[in-house]
């Protein structure tokens, strides 16, 4: 059984267990999101997760304080599938992802911010290693390499989004609803570009992310209760999560107790290449 179901049941009457999720599937295909997969490849390709960054020449390794960050990944834009347009990403260039990983930084205050880069190039790319600078020190990380592929894949809401709550699932179908989210993903880890976010916590990144980008901390509930907070709560379909990097055995990433970080960005900054103004959103278990 899984864990929320009976967070589906309507209390004022009885649940007919035998039913399917055949009658609610319309609905649902209708609410899917396309992301980007990324999963793993067996080849070497400039894409991966870990290692070291092929950063072009120019390009300094990121630092916060005078620290480098630890590296995350790097995409390679132009792999993306070409029938996948809606966010209207660069069609060349690549993102090369840090964090600091000695920092623990939740995303909900203020403060955090220099914890982590997302850094866009549109030079050409580069295919050998950066090397270390020399202020790297034994307590940062290099993660393990992991090359990967760009797959296109079809999303669909957590069990915490209203839309699915209103269907008032039964046991059966809250678990037919659970298998259809993380089929998806084919066993693999979840890291993904765009698309729903596979949520470990709550379901307000993007209103926490509006807060804590207006000075707000968020690291309790005082942060969200106030009437600026609310009248903030209308811009969050400004948001969209740009990317997720699962805990990943492979490559020894570990983001607390099996969590995920969340890379969040306003639309308007997505659509003009501002990836410096990436927000992220640390949660786990």
């Not at 990967?148 to 709550?165: C, F, S």
């Not at 699962?246 to 969040?264: A, Q």
């Amino acid at each position: 059984m899984t864990f929320f179901k009976s967070l589906f049941k309507n209390k004022n009457k009885t649940i007919d267990n035998s039913k399917d999720l055949s009658e609610h599937l319309e609905f649902i295909e209708s609410l899917k999101r396309p992301a980007i997969s990324l999963i793993q490849n067996d080849s070497k390709s400039f894409s991966k997760l870990g290692g070291l960054p092929y950063l072009p020449q120019g390009l300094d390794w990121p630092e916060n304080n005078g620290t480098p960050l630890e590296f995350i990944c790097q995409i390679d834009l132009s792999e993306i599938p070409t029938e996948f347009s809606q966010y209207k990403l660069p069609e060349s260039g690549q993102l090369f992802v840090f964090y600091d990983q000695s920092s623990g930084s939740w995303g909900f205050d203020p403060q955090d911010k220099g914890d982590w880069k997302i850094v866009y190039s549109s030079l050409p790319p580069k295919h050998n290693e950066t090397p270390l600078s020399e202020k790297w020190n034994k307590d940062k990380i290099i993660f393990n390499e992991k090359f990967i592929t760009l797959v296109q894949i079809d999303t669909y809401p957590d069990w915490q989004d209203d839309r699915i709550r209103s269907l008032q699932l039964t046991d059966k179908q809250a678990e037919e609803y659970d298998e259809i989210i993380h089929s998806v993903y084919k066993g693999q880890e979840q890291h993904q570009l765009f698309g729903f976010p596979s949520l470990v916590q709550d379901n307000e990144m993007a209103w926490e992310c509006e807060l804590v980008t207006n000075g707000i901390y968020c690291g309790d509930a005082k942060g969200y209760q106030t009437e600026t907070a609310q009248k903030l709560k209308e811009n969050i379909s400004d948001w969209v999560m740009l990317l997720q990097i699962d805990s990943d055995d492979s490559t020894d990433m570990m983001w607390g107790d099996c969590g995920m970080l969340y890379f969040w960005i306003k639309r308007e900054d997505l659509k003009a290449n501002r990836f410096e103004n990436t927000w992220m959103i640390f949660q786990c278990c």
